[in-house]
């Protein structure tokens, strides 16, 4: 087991953030010294990241994107069967 402090996540993170994906051997290409598997439990214990379609996403989708993904459902709907789909009891 490897204890890792918040240094090192707070760097991990930083260094992801406002990235769409990557992968663990980018990661390991930053940070030379750290083991790949010590930056795959801080990507995934740590940092609350998975694996989805070989990408890393968040595992919670924030408020924002919560409301964006139901906004483009209710589009598709009424554009698909019209208004009154919603109306329909």
């Given at each position: 087991?490897?204890?890792?402090?918040?240094?090192?996540?707070?760097?991990?993170?930083?260094?992801?953030?406002g990235?769409?994906?990557?992968?663990?051997?980018?990661?390991?290409?930053?940070?030379?010294?750290?083991?790949?598997?010590?930056?795959?439990?801080?990507?995934?214990?740590?940092?609350?990241?998975?694996?989805?379609?070989?990408?890393?996403?968040?595992?919670?989708?924030?408020?924002?994107?919560?409301?964006?993904?139901?906004g483009?459902?209710?589009?598709?709907?009424?554009?698909?069967?019209?208004?009154?789909?919603?109306?329909?009891?």
């Amino acid at each position: 087991m490897t204890i890792v402090t918040d240094e090192p996540i707070q760097k991990v993170d930083q260094c992801m953030h406002g990235k769409y994906c990557f992968m663990i051997s980018e990661l390991s290409e930053e940070f030379p010294r750290t083991l790949r598997i010590t930056l795959y439990q801080i990507v995934t214990d740590r940092l609350g990241y998975h694996k989805f379609c070989a990408r890393w996403v968040p595992k919670q989708l924030s408020d924002f994107h919560k409301t964006q993904k139901m906004g483009s459902a209710l589009t598709s709907t009424t554009e698909k069967r019209g208004m009154d789909f919603l109306t329909e009891s």
